[in-house]
T-cell receptor, first 113, second 108 residues
Framework: NAGVTQTPKFQVLKTGQSMTLQCAQD?????MSWYRQDPGMGLRLIHY???????DQGEVPNGYNVSRSTTEDFPLRLLSAAPSQTSVYFC????????????FGSGTRLTVV | DAKTTQPTSMDCAEGRAANLPCNHS???????VYWYRQIHSQGPQYIIH???NNETNEMASLIITEDRKSSTLILPHATLRDTAVYYC?????????FGAGTTVTVRA
């Protein structure tokens, strides 16, 4: 099993550009989520999904869009990148039923200049 | 949402047990306590979780008080590779909410 795969690992964007961060999991997990981590801080939840076709906002959703067309994929779209979105982005997945740990990807390091 | 309180940092000698406390006094009866750690800037790594009973796996032990208002993560024989930020999280409605965690430094 590959687990949770995030691409790209590094990205530099100019202000105003758009891009999509990819996240894929091969564990048939229902739940998927996106977090951002700013330097020296904990992870903050951006968006999450409890299954294909179902998404919801976390604590810091502004400036980001998500969709969940398949169980495996949960892309995160930055519509118009801003320097404040410079961060490390982590994708995580899990089974919905309680008692299972979450699997995290290795992260995408995004710099907006 | 149940909040957790952890010490900001702690040191531990290599080979000794590391005991990491966590307070979660507002936890509800069906909420799990999870522990994760993050080494450098890697993705968080699952360590252990529990509901009521004490739990043990190959990485650590989790001791939950009878009233469930606090817990302790025990790393039985800390190594230099256990240096990391450790997060105690109460799972709410599938969502993991990360606080600042405890920065654990294992010293030789």
């Amino acid at each position: 099993n590959a687990g949770v795969t995030q691409t790209p690992k590094f990205q530099v964007l100019k202000t105003g550009q758009s891009m999509t961060l990819q996240c894929a999991q091969d564990m048939n997990h229902e739940y998927m989520s996106w977090y951002r981590q700013d330097p020296g801080m904990g992870l903050r939840l951006i968006h999450y999904s409890v299954g294909a076709g179902i998404t919801d906002q976390g604590e810091v959703p502004n400036g980001y869009n998500v969709s969940r067309s398949t169980t495996e994929d949960f892309p995160l779209r930055l519509l118009s990148a801003a320097p404040s979105q410079t961060s490390v982005y982590f994708c995580a997945s899990s089974y919905l039923t309680g008692g299972y740990g979450y699997t995290f990807g290795s992260g995408t390091r995004l710099t907006v200049v | 949402d149940a909040k957790t309180t952890q010490p900001t940092s702690m040191d531990c000698a290599e080979g000794r047990a590391a005991n990491l406390p966590c307070n979660h006094s507002t936890i509800s009866g069906n909420e799990y306590v999870y522990w994760y750690r993050q080494i450098h800037s890697q993705g968080p790594q699952y360590i252990i979780h529990g509901l009521k009973n004490n739990e043990t796996n190959e990485m650590a032990s989790l001791i939950i008080t009878e009233d469930r208002k606090s817990s302790t993560l025990i790393l039985p024989h800390a190594t230099l590779r256990d240096t990391a930020v450790y997060y105690c999280i109460v799972l709410n409605d599938y969502k993991l909410s990360f606080g600042a965690g405890t920065t654990v430094t294992v010293r030789a």
